[in-house]
């Protein structure tokens, strides 16, 4: 049953921490995560400070592009203005690295890095995969100058590892952070404005109009906020059966997805309960269930519905990208009023810290999976699907352990490069088991989900199947001062996370693709597709 709450809005502003009940809910720890209510005023007073900077480092002629290193809200909003805005002249590109997968590695560095200026975007300043790849390419940079640390900038929390390492090796700038702010709520303030602004963004612009939209926030009147409004449908439609968040974009707009996904599920999801983000093309098929909330998003005033004529729940029109800092400040307001009807507190991760010290165990500690893998548990392994797979064998692969029950979900957790080749093909995938299936089927890259709907995976309702995708990379990389390569370290959090998952006694496969890995997709999905005829 949904909490009955009174002025929430009014109450979150004034930062009642009691908007959040439960036993285990720390008040204080709560008010150390309210900042971004406040970010407004604080970012304004260093914008000039931040302009300035960008003007002299565009200036100098030296960068031809940025890359910011960093993990989940760190590195999500500034994926979003990389793909929402073109970079101005003169300024250079802005590329995101979140993967340790070495495949991705690669990627990056065959561009170059002479011309590269690196931001290395952590909120604690000590987050594994973030300070493995600064170690990998400050090396790399390294082996052409003998001014490395130049072509480095540190956006983190004060007193923290990174910012007095930055300092030390005194990095081209260090950027400190409002210490309550945490990461997925920090889109609009430094961890996104800086990579924004380097990238050319009229960040003043997209500050003013989401300040003057978070003015709207503060009232208690639904039909005056509109992030009420939406929160509120959230939680109720979650309590009611309907914990599918569906959210359909227009291309356009999917990387805002991405980020309203690692928001909504790491906030939600946890206690045996949550709200489960599905991203999908405002113009493919939809998900026909009735156990979700459909919400649209369209920078396209023709597309007036969520998928083959399904009606959305919530629709509205972004006309101007600029308003794109207005739906970030829409949707963390939500989050947290879904949060407080749901009885959740949105600001931290249990689960995603239990996640981490599975890896740990894996990459520092040599432990094997199977140690880990109760002997009761629906964990399934599948070998060399791609070179081999011939239909002989497809009796023997308990593709039914894998269907969502009782409003379930399953999850496609691909521990793959994260190429357009790779992203087509498993959404053609996603979409047939939806279609076949009619039900949720959601993907995710690892290990960027861990810092996403991980979070939900493991600490929501334990509804989900999983079915974990990995393939060998042919090439490698040994990451300075670390005892293992990145390719140790992707197998690690691949193992870590079956690790978790299975230990909850959640159905999970694992399938190795093998050979060329869009070939070895579509060959799992005629595969599945075969067999999702025998399980309807």
């Not at 156990?291 to 649209?296: E, I, N, R, S």
């Not at 959090?493 to 399938?511: C, E, S």
């Amino acid at each position: 049953m949904i909490r009955n709450i009174h002025n929430p809005a009014s109450r979150l502003w004034s930062k009642d921490t009691t908007l959040w009940q439960g036993d285990e809910v720390d008040p204080r720890a709560i008010l150390d995560r309210l900042g971004w209510l406040d970010v407004f005023g604080w970012i304004n007073k260093h914008l000039a400070e931040i302009d300035q900077w960008v003007q002299e480092t565009v200036a100098s002629n030296r960068f031809q592009r940025t890359v910011v290193l960093g993990m989940g809200g760190s590195s999500l909003a500034p994926e979003v203005f990389s793909k929402l805005f073109a970079a101005a002249p003169g300024h250079p590109s802005l590329t995101v690295l979140d993967s340790t997968s070495p495949d991705m590695v690669k990627s990056v560095l065959e561009q170059g890095v002479q011309n590269t200026l690196f931001v290395v975007a952590s909120k604690s300043g000590t987050t594994l995969e973030t300070m493995d790849l600064y170690r990998f390419f400050y090396g790399q940079v390294g082996m052409l100058s003998n001014t490395a640390s130049d072509q480095f900038v540190a956006i983190t929390d004060a007193d923290s590892w990174l910012e007095q390492h930055a300092l030390s090796e005194k990095f081209n700038k260090t950027f400190i952070n409002p210490h309550d702010i945490g990461g997925r709520y920090s889109a609009l303030s430094l961890f996104g404005i800086v990579p924004a602004a380097l990238h050319g963004v009229d960040v003043s612009s997209i500050i003013e109009r989401a300040h003057q939209f978070a003015e709207t926030t503060k009232s208690d009147d639904p039909d005056l906020n509109p992030a009420l409004t939406l929160g509120s449908d959230m939680a109720i439609h979650a309590m009611n059966g309907q914990d599918k968040l569906i959210l359909s974009l227009t291309p356009a707009l999917e990387s805002l997805g991405a980020w309203i996904e690692q928001l909504v599920a790491e906030s939600t999801g946890k206690g045996g309960q949550g709200i489960l983000p599905v991203c999908e093309s405002a113009s493919g098929p939809g998900y026909h269930g009735g156990d979700a909330f459909k919400v649209l998003i369209s920078d396209d005033q023709n597309i007036k519905s969520v998928g083959s004529g399904h009606g959305a729940e919530r629709e509205w029109y972004l006309g101007d990208v600029l308003d794109i800092g207005a739906e970030f400040f829409k949707w963390e307001f939500a989050t947290a009023i879904a949060a407080s009807y749901l009885g959740v507190n949105p600001f931290d991760e249990p689960n995603v810290t239990e996640a981490k010290k599975s890896t740990d165990r894996f990459i520092n500690h040599g432990e094997n999976l199977d140690k880990y893998v109760i002997a009761d548990s629906p964990y399934f392994r599948v070998e060399g699907i791609g070179d081999s797979w011939v239909d002989s064998e497809l009796p023997d692969v308990p593709w039914s352990v894998l269907k969502p029950t009782n409003g379930g979900y399953l999850s496609v957790l691909a521990y793959l490069p994260m190429e357009d080749g790779c992203t087509l093909a498993l959404e053609q995938m996603r979409n047939l088991i939806c279609d076949q299936l009619r039900a949720v089927c959601t993907v995710g890259f690892g290990p960027r989900y861990l810092h996403s709907t991980g979070q939900l995976h493991k600490g929501g309702a334990p509804v989900g199947t999983f079915l974990q995708l990995t393939s060998d990379s042919s090439i490698d990389f040994a990451i300075p001062g670390r005892d293992y390569t990145f390719n140790d370290l992707f197998n690690a959090q691949a193992d870590g996370d079956i690790a978790v998952l299975a230990a909850r006694g959640l159905p999970v496969m694992r399938v190795y693709l093998k050979g060329d890995r869009l070939h070895a997709i579509q060959e799992l999905c005629d595969a599945f597709s075969k067999s999702l005829n025998t399980l309807n």
